[in-house]
């Protein structure tokens, strides 16, 4: 009797182990698909050629991989239902996907719009009810508005501010903190000052970006990007201990 109890005990010693193992393989597993994706969230593609794709393809355009030109089609607009009722989503949007979730994108944007509304510039475009969109769009002769719209869920806000129509170049600066975003401006390149901070309830995972180009009215105009540039997120993390900021929470 006693034989049996310990060769019984040491099946159950062997099933245990043999279990244990299974767990550590399983682990393993595990472990390497959690170090792939994390991986695959590091890597730092190139805003190239290669590397984008088209929302709504125009007509005319040319892509290298240090310059792009987009002639811009009439009637084409991104706009969402808020204040004026409509939905406009038929402008072109030229992208690129990603699962880094922290970086910055910058290009320099070259235009001679004249009409109405006349805009291009940087672009998140998740679908047709979520993306952000920052440009300058022309008013008249003396002024045009360098501003930026975010949409959630359907509806699109409109921030924007005055700036002379004489300026007819802009560099854009986009950064990622995961589902939180963050656009400066620079007329030189160098120095750039901040536009705006937003988040996009559903701009957490793979995300795409990029350029795009708009003639709102029966217009059309040639929008000319340079200077594109990936690189480690410019947009510095905030600590509440290192600003002597008195956070309150409820």
């Not at 987009?70 to 991104?78: A, R």
């Not at 002769?141 to 007819?168: C, F, K, M």
């Not at 559903?202 to 990029?210: L, M, V, Y």
Request: hydrophobic fraction near 30%.
């Amino acid at each position: 009797m006693q034989k049996e109890v310990i060769a019984l005990s040491i099946l159950m010693l062997a099933g245990g182990l043999v279990s244990c193992g299974g767990n550590q393989e399983q682990d393993k597993k595990e472990m390497k698909q959690e170090m792939t994706t994390e991986s695959n969230d590091t890597i730092m593609k190139k805003f190239t050629r290669e590397n984008l794709y088209w929302v709504r393809e125009p007509k005319r355009y040319s892509i290298t991989d240090s310059v792009i030109i987009i002639e811009t089609e009439p009637n084409t607009d991104l706009w969402q239902r808020t204040y004026y009722g409509f939905s406009n989503d038929n402008a072109p949007v030229l992208q690129m996907k990603t699962a880094r979730k922290y970086f910055s994108f910058t290009v320099k944007t070259s235009f001679n719009s004249s009409a109405l509304f006349d805009q291009c510039g940087i672009a998140i475009y998740l679908d047709s009810d979520n993306w952000m969109k920052a440009s300058i769009e022309y008013e008249n002769e003396e002024y045009q508005r360098l501003g930026s719209v975010v949409t959630n869920n359907g509806y699109s806000d409109w921030a924007t501010h005055d700036i002379p129509s004489s300026i007819r170049e802009m560099w854009y600066r986009l950064s990622r903190r995961e589902s939180d975003y963050y656009i400066e401006t620079s007329l030189d390149g160098i120095n750039f000052k901040q536009m705006r901070s937003f988040h996009l309830f559903h701009g957490d995972g793979e995300i795409s970006f990029g350029i795009y180009a708009a003639s709102p009215v029966n217009h059309s105009f040639t929008a000319k990007f340079t200077d594109m540039k990936m690189e480690d997120c410019k947009w510095e993390a905030w600590s509440s201990e290192e600003t002597g900021f008195n956070q309150t929470t409820k």
